[in-house]
């Protein structure tokens, strides 16, 4: 399974963006896909993941409320809308990928990609 990330940039606070993970390869169709981040010098944290149907999902409490994801698995793309950014949500975003299921801990996905960078000016 191959991921590629993208939609990151410059945005200032209270803005959005929309990153997207285009999966590919033989299992790319059933996939759980999480996004976690890692800021300066700061560990990588989970951010959201999604089961590969849709129906599941669940977030950090740190974007709760501001930031959505969803998936189209016949472009077998997910996206993460962020909305409301913050300063604190600068960091690289990375998409990963595991068998169906949801999952927190970024030890559960075999699958990553390569990282997107986001970056919030206040």
């Known amino acids: 399974v191959q991921l590629q990330a993208s939609g990151g940039g410059l945005v200032q606070a209270g803005g959005s963006l929309r990153l997207s993970c285009a999966a590919s390869?033989?299992?790319?169709?059933?996939?759980?896909m999480g996004w976690f981040r890692q800021a300066p010098e700061k560990e990588r944290e989970f951010v959201v993941t999604?089961?590969?149907?849709?129906?599941?999902?669940y977030y950090a409490d740190s974007v709760k409320g501001r930031f959505t994801i969803s998936r189209d698995n016949a472009k077998n793309t997910v996206y993460l809308q962020m909305n409301s950014l913050k300063p604190e949500d600068t960091a690289v975003y990375y998409c990963?990928?595991?068998?169906?299921?949801?999952?927190?801990?970024?030890?559960?996905?075999?699958?990553w990609g390569q990282g997107t960078l986001v970056t919030v000016s206040s």
């Open positions: 999604i089961n590969w149907s849709g129906s599941s999902t």
């Open positions: 390869g033989r299992t790319s169709s059933r996939l759980g």
């Open positions: 990963a990928a595991r068998p169906y299921t949801i999952a927190t801990t970024s030890n559960e996905y075999p699958y």
